[in-house]
């Protein structure tokens, strides 16, 4: 992107972005950066960490339960003075240990756990998701550094070029060739300069500032990108019939309807009867002095039963869980559809900004090279007054809008290729190659799904 402004502009490029090509950052190191350092999609990350855990709660249902329990008491009783002022003393205690385990819940469990373990899958779509955008806006902000320190080298060219006019117009002044219109048209032609290079310094600051946000350390030397060409379907049909297959935002709603569908399921269980059985030893102890009933002493027992309970009216709670979740399915049938049309619109808006951007690139080219050609020929048939200066200023204007028009549309041509790689769901560290450890989702998934006990994560916190 930078050697095709060097229409008589290498030089002043040089020195602000390519002091050193060796070192410069390349977009797909700032990538990388930015899926390993980005604050949102580490949080994104720990989201699904979270939801994980959910499918180690709903199996418990599987699960006994076992409690223990344990009292003690002691009492001090003084008889009335009638009665010889006796004292007794009664120390009573137990304990005991109890296991309950549901036979039959109606498949609530069963169903609870398809539930959670379809929302893991859909959390671990939207993370997909996430990262796509993440890296997307990565790619921008490159991109928006690239062409604003780009904008504001040219502001930069541009007001050393009209401070050489407003000198040559003084000097013609003084000799008698120009006029004082001249140099007052060629002062504030300069003056514009000044206060656009002062908005386009401001502007590569602000996108600097983003570019860190994003990829996590401020941008130095930037080399130039390219679009991902190898990447992009072949048509517009294509890239829709990719985007609604594989696109993670569509799949996650997807998984949600599941979950939905587990959970109506659910809902109903909650009308079935229930089984659950219990077993449980006990322990008593009495102390009593002095001992006048003869009961003093330890025992213990043991138990064993089984319950069946069997819902007959609940006050229509029940009832009103299934049809709220019947409409929680529904809506989330609708939402893939919403996702769907979103995805497509997407993926056609980039799509066309992508050939629109091709096509703006190509006749950019052309204009800056006529400009520049307009711009020479203005310069020598004004020294030999065929021209005036305000001819040479609006020659000029037109050179720097074309370049400026030009480094836009090098700009909106990679990112409009980066956008149709999001929407068909592809613009992930594994498409494009990036030179990081890929983060696993399921490996956490898979050290908690089953956790009987602990209470310590898989990292050891």
């Known amino acids: 992107m930078i050697r095709r402004l060097n229409l008589g502009c290498t030089s002043f490029l040089f020195g602000l972005l390519v002091l ?31 939801v994980d855990e959910d499918v180690a709660i709903a199996k418990s249902g599987y699960r006994p339960i076992i409690t223990g329990s344990g009292a003690i008491d002691y009492s001090n009783t003084h008889s009335r003075p009638e009665f010889g002022h006796r004292t007794t003393e009664l120390t009573t205690g137990s304990f ?12 609530q469990t069963k169903n609870n756990v398809g539930a959670a373990e379809s929302r893991v899958r859909a959390q671990q779509q939207s993370l997909r998701n996430e990262e796509q955008l993440i890296l997307f806006d990565a790619a921008s902000a490159y991109m928006d550094v690239i062409r604003d320190r780009q904008i504001a080298v040219l502001r930069e060219r541009n007001l050393q070029f009209l401070s050489e006019q407003v ?40 996108s600097e500032a983003v570019y860190q946000r994003l990829v996590g350390e401020p941008p130095k030397s930037l080399k130039a990108a390219s679009p991902l060409v190898k990447l992009l379907p072949k048509s517009l049909d294509q890239a ?52 006048t009933t003869g009961l003093n002493g330890r025992s ?67 204009l800056v090279a006529a400009a520049q050609l307009a711009l020479n020929g203005v310069v020598e048939e004004r020294n030999v007054g065929q021209r005036t200066t305000l001819d040479v200023l609006n020659a000029q204007a037109d050179v720097i809008n074309a370049q400026i028009d030009l480094a836009s549309a090098e700009r909106d041509v990679v990112v409009a290729s980066y956008a149709i790689v999001s929407a068909i769901g592809r613009l992930t560290a594994n498409h494009l190659g990036l030179q990081v450890q890929l983060h696993d989702p399921d490996e956490h998934y898979r050290a908690v799904k089953d956790k009987w006990i602990g209470l310590r994560t898989p990292d050891g916190r």
């Open 167 to 206: 000198r040559a117009a003084r000097s013609r002044f003084d000799v008698g060739e120009g006029t004082r219109t001249d140099v007052a048209q060629a002062d504030a032609s300069r003056s514009a300069a000044v206060a656009q290079l002062a908005a386009a310094r401001a502007q590569a600051k602000s």
């Open 300 to 366: 213990t027992s043991a138990g064993i039963g089984l319950q069946l309970t069997v819902p007959i009216y609940q006050g229509g709670r029940a009832s009103a869980q299934v049809r709220k979740s019947k409409e929680s399915l529904g809506q989330a049938r609708i939402e893939v559809d919403v996702s769907r049309d979103r995805v497509r619109a997407a993926v056609t808006s980039a799509w066309t900004q992508y050939t629109s951007s091709r096509e703006s690139v190509s006749a950019n080219r052309e």
């Open 240 to 291: 829709v019939a990719m985007a609604r297959e594989q696109h993670p935002a569509i799949v996650a709603t997807q998984h949600l309807v599941d979950a939905a569908d587990f959970s109506v399921r659910s809902a109903e269980g909650a009308l079935l009867p229930q089984v659950s059985a219990s077993a449980g030893v006990s322990e008593e102890y009495r102390e009593s002095s002095p001992d």
């Open 20 to 50: 050193n090509p060796a070192f410069a950052e390349t977009i797909s190191g700032a990538l990388a950066k930015a899926y390993q350092l980005n604050s949102t999609l580490n949080s994104a990350r720990a989201g699904v960490r979270v």
């Open 96 to 107: 005991g240990v109890e296991i309950r385990q549901t036979l039959f819940d109606g498949f």
